[in-house]
């Protein structure tokens, strides 16, 4: 479970020291110290034919090992941030944890990539319903001046959510509304309107959730994969709402048949009574 004490030190750990605090700015600038001394003895600098041949080979292996090190410290970064997101796509949740927490525990650069871990970490956080941890990473990313563009346009999705099971609907509403007025890739407006559909099941504004209900299936089943069984889900909700039982168990088992109803409801609780009420499909063993 990631506490908020353990986000923070998280966040603490992975964040990017001053240059000249770091272990190999530390070693390059002994090694600069060990030339200049040299340097200022130059007449037993080239009194010694094996110091002239050694040193050069000396320094020049330091700076590979140098670079070498940085190379491959920022491959491990990569393949963890994949295996992170890679976890969390699958719902592998203990090993999604495991990996971010590891990885967040030294620093990280650059900053996207940074940006990108804690992303994970408060998705990660979200999937415990621990909502406020969420909340403090998202708000977090938000506050990096070099994050990716679309990092921040996913923290903003994500926040808003979080902001609304947070019971802090006013600020919500006020996100949402200035992400639905956004021009958007067509991936990001499938979430943001995925998002927006969430808002206006939980506050009962049924008509205008079932408005446009067409074009939102057709977005979802578009851009969110199997994870469009939520934006289903919750189109079922405000036509079972509206008393349009047909189209809300129509659209329960199109939802059913891309995500198991226990894990739906266990996402969006507002969900729950039409899972009681429609039959779902049946998932083979």
Known sequence: MISLETARELMERSRTRATWLSRQTFWLLLLG????????????????????????????????????????????????????????????????????TKLLRRPIQPVFVRAQSLMALAAVAENQKQYDVSQHILETV????????????????????????????????????????????????????????????????????????????????????????????????AFDRSGQTDRAAELWRDATLLIRPAEIVDRFGEVRSVAAKYPSTEWPL
Not at 55 to 80: D, K, N
């Open 33 to 100: 110290i060990v030339l200049g001394g040299l340097l200022a003895s130059p007449g037993w600098l080239s009194g010694s034919r094996f110091v002239q041949v050694l040193l050069p080979q000396f320094v020049l292996i330091c700076i590979i090992l140098w670079v070498y090190s940085r190379t491959q410290r920022q491959r491990r970064i990569a393949a963890m941030v994949s295996a992170a997101w890679g976890a969390i796509q699958l719902k592998d949740w203990t090993q999604a944890e495991a990996v971010i």
């Open 142 to 237: 938000l506050q990096e001046p070099n994050a990716d563009a679309s990092v921040l346009y996913a923290a903003r999705v994500a926040l808003a959510g979080t902001l609304l099971r947070n019971s802090q609907l006013t600020d919500a509403v006020s996100m949402i509304d200035k992400l639905v007025r956004m021009e958007l890739p067509p991936a990001l407006r499938a979430q943001v309107e995925l998002l927006n559909l969430f808002r206006l099941v939980l506050m009962g504004q049924t008509q205008e959730a079932v408005a446009g209900a067409e074009e939102r299936r057709a977005l979802f089943r578009r851009h969110l994969s199997t994870r469009a069984g939520y934006g289903y889900a919750l189109l079922s909700a």
